[in-house]
C-alpha cells in the first residue's frame, strides 16, 4: 500500500524556521518525484515545491523561494521542506504528494494526510 | 503564470443530476489538466490526469474532456459520496496551479 506520513508541523512565531518530513512507504521512493502542496485555512490548494527523484531538479513557487528549500533521502524514503523566514500566510496544511509521469505529463496520483503549519505571534 | 478559472464555484445538484464543472486556462496548455476531488477534512485525490483519463478505482461516472485552454469534469449520475470540492491543476509549466475549486453540495 503507497503511503505518504508528513509530520515536523506545529506552532511557530513570524521569522522563525521549521522542517517537515514525508516518509514514503509502498512504492520504490527513488524512482519518483515528488511535490509539496499547501491549504491555507479555508482556501484552496497551492503547489508550494517540487524535487525530481535523482534530487537534480528542483521547482519553486514565487511565494517561497529563497525561503524554502526541498530536500530528500533516498536511503531513508524520506523528503523535507525547509522552511525559513516563516510568515504569518505560510499558515496552512502542507502535503506531499507523489508525481507520477504519464507520457510527459505529470500528476499527483498519492497524498499524505498533510501537516499543519502555523506562523504566528 | 497561468491562471485556471473554474465555474461554478458552487453548485446544488440532486442525486441522479448530471454535473458538469468548467475550467479555464489563460493560455494553451494542451492536455496537462488534472482534476481533483476533496472531500472536507481529507486529502486530495485524483480523479483525472492528462484531461481525460480516468485514474485506476475512480468510478466510471466522472469523466473529463478538452484541450488548449477549455476543459470540463463531468459527473454522468450524481451520488451523495460526491459531495465534495473539485479542483482543476495545470502542469503544462511551473507554477503548477490550481483552479480555485467548486463546492458540490447535494440538494
Known amino acids: 500500500e503507497v503511503q505518504l506520513v508528513e509530520s515536523g508541523g506545529g506552532l511557530v512565531q513570524p521569522g522563525e524556521s521549521l522542517r517537515l518530513s514525508c516518509a514514503v512507504s509502498g512504492f520504490t521512493f527513488s524512482s519518483y518525484s515528488i511535490s509539496w502542496v499547501r491549504q491555507a485555512p479555508g482556501k484552496g490548494l497551492e503547489w508550494v515545491s517540487y524535487i525530481s527523484s535523482s534530487s537534480s531538479t528542483r521547482y519553486y513557487a514565487d511565494s517561497v523561494k529563497g525561503r524554502f528549500t526541498i530536500s530528500r533521502d533516498n536511503a531513508k524514503n524520506s523528503l523535507y521542506l525547509q522552511m525559513t523566514s516563516l510568515r504569518a500566510e505560510d499558515t496552512a496544511v502542507y502535503y506531499c504528494a507523489r508525481a507520477s509521469p504519464y507520457s510527459g505529463y505529470v500528476y499527483f496520483d498519492y497524498w499524505g494526510q498533510g501537516s499543519l503549519v502555523t506562523v504566528s505571534s | 503564470d497561468i491562471q485556471m478559472t473554474q465555474s461554478p464555484s458552487s453548485l446544488s445538484a440532486s442525486v441522479g443530476d448530471r454535473v458538469t464543472i468548467t475550467c479555464r486556462a489563460s493560455?494553451?496548455?494542451?492536455?496537462?489538466l488534472n482534476w481533483y476531488q476533496q472531500k472536507p477534512g481529507k486529502a486530495p485525490k485524483l480523479l483525472i490526469y492528462?484531461?481525460?483519463n480516468l485514474q485506476s478505482e475512480v468510478p466510471s461516472r466522472f469523466s473529463g474532456s478538452g484541450s488548449g485552454t477549455d476543459f470540463t469534469l463531468t459527473i454522468s449520475s450524481l451520488q451523495p459520496e460526491d459531495l465534495a470540492t473539485y479542483y482543476c491543476q495545470q502542469t503544462f509549466s511551473t507554477p503548477w496551479t490550481f483552479g480555485q475549486g467548486t463546492k458540490v453540495e447535494i440538494k
Open positions: 493560455q494553451s496548455i494542451s492536455s496537462y
Open positions: 492528462a484531461a481525460s
